[in-house]
């Protein structure tokens, strides 16, 4: 999962290229650098916090992830010998060692 951070750095790099365009479009179509300046950061305010909730949403939403094959196992230690044993029992169990 993403953090809120990286989330964020990618909306806002993802708006940048987003506003560069529309400024362009809006002001050949408007030739009025008042109206392009409105349009583009009205448009791309609303579509920056959208595109935040969408991402956020979407990272909870498992269809298409591949899940790690440990990732069921909790781990909020160091692991033990015993907690070793308990991983490689797994992977054998799931074929991905002998």
Known sequence: MDTKKRSWVKSLTWRVFGIILLGVISFLITRDWRAMTTITLLFHGIR??????????????LWGKVKHPLADLPVTRGL?????????DKL???????
């Open 48 to 61: 920056l916090i959208l595109y935040y909730y969408h991402e956020r949403i979407w990272e909870r939403v």
């Open 80 to 88: 033990t010998p015993e907690d070793l044993e308990i991983v490689r």
């Open 92 to 98: 054998r169990g799931m074929g991905y060692i002998d």
